[in-house]
């Protein structure tokens, strides 16, 4: 069994009333070099928070999600070096470091939600099973 961790995504149509639907997750797991996401999206769902929510925004952004988990987004955003607390260090792109950027909080209508974890030896099946009990 290897160790994983996911996020579920969220769409929060109107930001200030802070209510949220599950649309997707993203799943990383480190031994099985696994970075992946799913989402379903219910527009009727959607429509219900906010009747005005850009259904192609979302779509948009789900899309960018994905892109970036196959590491086909966002190149540039781990070339170079980073100022941190402990000095400068050297940026890459790897999946450990998509899964970053991709769980940073953001205030946009696409919100990660809190990190998780847990044991597979099935990460793409736990990206499934995931996906079904949390977006349904």
Same mark, same amino acid.
């Given at each position: 069994?290897?160790?994983?961790?996911?996020?579920?995504?969220?769409?929060?149509?109107?930001?200030?009333?802070?209510?949220?639907?599950?649309?997707?997750?993203?799943?990383?797991?480190?031994?099985? /070099?696994?970075? =992946?996401?799913?989402? #379903?999206?219910? +527009? /009727? *769902?959607? *429509?219900?928070?906010?009747?005005?929510?850009?259904?192609?925004?979302? *779509?948009?952004?789900?899309?960018?999600?994905?892109?970036?988990? #196959?590491? +086909?987004?966002?190149?540039?955003?781990?070339?170079?070096?980073?100022?941190?607390?402990?000095?400068?260090?050297?940026?890459? %792109?790897?999946?450990? @470091? *998509?899964?970053?950027?991709?769980?940073?909080? #953001?205030? @946009?209508?696409?919100?990660? =939600?809190?990190?998780?974890? =847990?044991?597979?030896? %099935?990460?793409?099946?736990?990206?499934? #099973?995931?996906? %079904?009990?949390?977006?349904?």
């Amino acid at each position: 069994m290897n160790g994983y961790q996911y996020v579920s995504l969220r769409c929060v149509p109107r930001v200030d009333r802070e209510e949220f639907v599950n649309l997707g997750v993203v799943l990383y797991c480190h031994a099985e /070099d696994f970075l =992946g996401s799913a989402f #379903r999206l219910d +527009e /009727d *769902r959607l *429509r219900s928070l906010d009747p005005g929510v850009d259904i192609g925004a979302v *779509r948009h952004a789900l899309d960018a999600v994905e892109q970036v988990c #196959r590491g +086909e987004a966002h190149v540039d955003f781990g070339v170079g070096s980073r100022a941190t607390a402990y000095g400068v260090r050297a940026g890459k %792109d790897d999946q450990s @470091t *998509r899964f970053g950027f991709l769980v940073a909080p #953001r205030s @946009t209508v696409l919100q990660p =939600g809190p990190v998780h974890g =847990g044991l597979t030896d %099935d990460p793409a099946g736990e990206l499934q #099973r995931l996906l %079904d009990a949390l977006v349904g």
